[in-house]
């Protein structure tokens, strides 16, 4: 069975972590240039642990807001083959949200506490999730170009420092590769076999998606207040602007195959950097997204509120019952 549940923090230990404590810090540090992986009953700094929290957070919101956009296609899928494979994904998504969820719980803060910081807006999730999924070709795009962003960011975190979240990593990268297989199979079939009709609506899907995509990696290193940081820790492992520039290099030859056009009259291979290219990126359109004025933005949190609010008969319920049980269990044990 798949589990976080082994490591618990050791309370004592960690009570007064967010107080400055030189030697354990230097000791801490050690371990982090030794490139040790740091367990959850370990001693950590504050700042190590926030900085954990706030982004394995994130990343478990970003999974389960992440449902939504391609949830709103299950019941249109256009043939039951492509509806199984949707609904496995967006399963798979909810699954990805639960581990890093438990991942994050082992830092000393509780479910209940995240899912509030997202509700009430403190907590952000990824930029990309704010956009309308306006045609079915929408959806091997997201495969293909969210998805395969996402596992290129995702694949260093598997060696992150805090072993529990690199644990979850290993599972959910292997999952998300699928998703980008499945999203890039739909489009070679929609591009190989279809109407002028679904070719068009492909490029129309991969107009729309390549921006956002791209600012998927987080702003410039330069503008990047979280990164030198996280970077020493080994909690990132690849600077945004690297994991960005190989995400580009990985696609272009995709577009290639796929018969596409990607929306860049600048993107170009440059022998002398052995890169490609891109055009300027619109970073005023990522930071209004990211504050909450894209184009799904409420739709989307007031969709996870009212699930939240509407499904609290179905949290008490479940506690009810497992508070009744709890002493025939411990009877028959
Ligand atoms: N969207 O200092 P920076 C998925 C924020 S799941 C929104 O570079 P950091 C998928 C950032 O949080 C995709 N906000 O930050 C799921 C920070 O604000 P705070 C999610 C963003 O943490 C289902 C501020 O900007 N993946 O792909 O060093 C289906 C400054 O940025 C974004 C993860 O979460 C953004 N795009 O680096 C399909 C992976 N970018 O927190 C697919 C794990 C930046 O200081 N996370 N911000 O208020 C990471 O790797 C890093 O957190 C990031 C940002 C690269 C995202």
Known sequence: MYTQAMDLINKNDNDHADAPDPVREQAFEARIAAGEFIEAKDWMPGHYRKTLIRQISQHAHSEIVGMLPESNWISRAPTLKRKAILLAKVQDEGGHGLYLYAAAETLDISRDQ???????????????????????????????????????????????????????????????????????????????????????????????????????????????????????????????????????????????????????????????RAHYDFGPIQWDEFWRVVNGNGPCNHERLKMRVDAWESGAWVRDAALAYAKQKTPQTTAQT
């Open 114 to 272: 995240m899912i509030e910081a997202l509700h009430n807006g403190r907590a952000k999730y990824s930029s990309i999730f704010n956009y309308p999924t306006l045609t079915w070709a929408d959806m091997g795009v997201i495969g293909w170009l969210v998805d395969g962003a996402a596992i290129m960011n995702q694949v260093p975190i598997c060696r992150c420092s805090y072993a529990p979240y690199a644990r979850a990593m290993i599972r959910i990268c292997r999952e998300e590769s699928f998703h980008q297989r499945q999203g890039y199979e739909a489009l070679l079939t929609m591009m190989q076999g279809g109407t002028a009709a679904q070719k068009a609506m492909v490029q129309d899907a991969v107009n729309r998606w390549w921006w956002p995509s791209l600012m998927m990696f987080g702003p410039p290193d330069s503008e990047s207040p979280n990164s030198a940081q996280s970077m020493r820790w080994g909690i990132k492992r690849v600077s945004n602007d690297d994991l960005r520039q190989k995400f580009v290099d990985a696609t272009v030859p995709q577009a290639e195959i796929l018969g596409i056009t990607l929306p860049d009259p600048l993107l170009h291979w440059n022998a002398q």
